[in-house]
């Protein structure tokens, strides 16, 4: 995983408007990674991703590269 990649939110164990920053705010929960913050306890790493709702910070394990940046 990479800046610049188009990553997806990991299967999201949301319910149908369940109040969550990506259901509140209707997101496709498909983005662009921005920045690396850190390598995280799990080695993927602390990202901030640039979804259609705006900026939001995830850990690489919830996140799914769908192509790589250039």
Same mark, same amino acid.
């Given at each position: 995983m990479n800046v610049g990649d188009l990553v997806k939110t990991a299967e999201a164990p949301c319910y149908r408007d369940?109040?969550?920053?990506?259901?509140?705010?209707? *997101?496709?929960?498909?983005? +662009? +990674?921005? #920045?690396k913050l850190s390598s995280g306890v799990d080695g993927a790493g602390y990202w901030t991703v640039l979804f259609d709702a705006g900026g939001w910070r995830l850990?690489? *394990? #919830?996140? #799914?590269?769908i192509s790589e940046g250039g």
């Open positions: 369940c109040g969550c920053w990506f259901c509140y705010n209707k *997101s496709t929960r498909q983005g +662009i +990674i921005l #920045e850990y690489g *394990s #919830e996140l #799914e590269v």
